[in-house]
């Protein structure tokens, strides 16, 4: 006798599963070509597609409603996992602890059993913890069994193996071992191997110690939290290095080098090395919680002492120096109307009268030339006193350049700042800002032999990061010489979250974040970036970056040297070259009118 569907042996067992593990799922994904008499708790939704593009279209708008647990019967349950595999990295929706149920075909034979073990030997399966296989058995006794079998994710070898977990019979209706069917919960790896790419970067990551001192040697904030991690849940860490990429790239076929490209292609389960939450990446990557916050700006090369030469010319603004050329050229023009008109010496008496040098009595009997005398010797005696102030302030204080403290300063002086990698621009690329847009432009990149050897030649400003603790992320191409001669902005760039990127949905993203959550709590985070300041970093250079702003090189009082007034015996150069100049000329001139002066009026002058 037939039994109705609703108490057929698989839909009863399935339905024991669900109620147990699945009842607090959002949404389940059913794919399956009959209907399934089962009861499904909150929302669901059933997917049957005769083709892959379909399935991989359905399966995708599932996702990205929410529906991440999945119960599947299907002739070729391979087609399932590689179409998942595809939403996983087209989708939008993130989720570590997904739940996959894959049931015996409707014509159960040795073939289909084959179909479903091998599941889990494909690549899909290694990225998902919770894939549960529900097995016909081979049983001879009347009542039907199921085997329920599950992949060996965890350990340290042999990860797609099967792992044989209950059996459950329709007469009792009762599992044989009554245990946990979906065991990997990520709490106990046990020695599982998590490969984790990154490259050396103080404080974050140091590389290459000495085992001895320190235990695998390496050590750096990123390393002490995946060290953490792997302490929690019992993984083994596999270094993967990427020191000639560094932080790499993604390109647009899911390719890519360095950390980025490592974890793109799973060459690595989680990428380090101060990543940021970029856009970009984040649309095809996990990104853990944010365990620092970073400020990035740069040291730039620290303002000079002006030159002497300039040093005349510091009392007065511009504006100033064009207000008193118009007020000479308009007391030139009144001196000229008072005398009638006439050029003679108008310049030269209007000049001398500004510096306030005294002028012959002559020549200004009248009541006008001598009240237009009276006020521009008053102008000229506020003028010459200002400007010896501010000459007298200008000597006695040593005078710098601007500093360069802001984007737009390091704008509007083409000043280039870089670092070895673009990733620095990366947060700023997509601003349409023109200011940042600017900024981006002046970024270049070299290599750290050549950022060492540009660091001497104030040419160029460094990409710095400044962190919690109050250290700071300095590239070893700055050194301890080339330090002093440098200071930090006073406006950050931008400020960004670092945090540890994964492959999408990821089974250790909710472990990990998690992990960095309790380290915030506690505190560690900051005491780690101490400590590795104190251990690693060279002080100095810390020192120097930190002060570099109140630190000054005040001269001391000393008695008056060339250096000082060079700028003005440069100007008195100047005038009396022009001086001579002018005299050679007008002798040359007068020389020429008496050598013509004394030829006869009826000489003839024959010309060759």
Known sequence: MLLPASVLPLNMLLQMIINSYLHSSYC????????????????????????????????????????????????????????????VHMGNVRRSDRKIIILPAQSVSNNTKEKL???????????????????????????????????????????????????????????KKDTNLFPHDMSNLHGKTVKVAGFTYKPYILLDLDPAVVSGGRDGMDVRIVDQFCSWINCTIELVRNDEHQWGEIYDNLTGIGVLGNVIEDGADIGIT??????????????????????VTCIAPSPSILPSWKLPLLPFTLYMWLALFFTFIFASFALMIVKGFVMDDVFLITFGIMITQSQPESGFSTWRSRSVIGWMMIAGLVLDNAY???LASTFTVPKYEPSVDTIQDIV???????????????????????????????YHTYSAEEL??????RSIAFGIEKLPAGTFAIGEYITKEASLDYTIMLEEFYFEQCIMMMRKSSPYTKKLSYLIGRLHESGLLLAWES?????????????????????????????LALRHVEGIFIIYAIGVILSLFTFIVEVLGHWKRVHCSIIPKHTRVIKF
């Open 28 to 87: 389940i994904t059913v794919v399956s070509k009959e209907y399934l008499d089962i009861k499904l708790p909150n929302t669901f939704m059933y997917i049957y597609a005769n083709n892959f593009e379909k399935l991989l279209y359905h399966t995708l708008n599932a996702s990205e409603m929410g529906c991440s647990d999945y119960i599947v019967q299907m002739n070729e349950p391979g087609i399932f996992m590689t179409a998942f595999e595809k939403v």
């Open 274 to 295: 101060a990543l940021y939450s970029w856009y970009e990446e984040y649309v095809v990557m996990d990104f853990s919680a944010p365990y620092i916050r970073t400020g």
């Open 531 to 559: 400590q590795i300041a104190l251990h690693y970093l060279d002080y100095k250079v810390q020192l120097a970056v930190k002060l570099s702003r109140s630190r000054k090189d005040i001269e001391k009082v000393e008695p």
């Open 412 to 442: 509007d002086r083409n000043l280039i700042w870089g670092a070895t990698h673009d990733a620095w621009t990366f947060s700023l690329i997509l601003s349409q800002e023109p200011r940042i847009k600017n900024l981006v432009n002046l």
């Open 388 to 390: 010896g102030g501010g």
């Open 117 to 175: 073990y091998n599941i889990l030997s494909m690549k899909e399966a290694s990225f998902v913890a919770n894939i549960l296989l529900i097995v016909p058995s081979d049983s001879l006794c009347e009542c039907e069994t199921y085997d329920l079998i599950t992949h060996k994710f965890v350990g340290s070898n042999e990860h797609n193996k099967p792992v044989y977990l209950d059996t459950w019979n329709s007469c009792t209706v009762k599992f």
């Open 452 to 457: 060492t050897r540009k660091s001497f030649t």
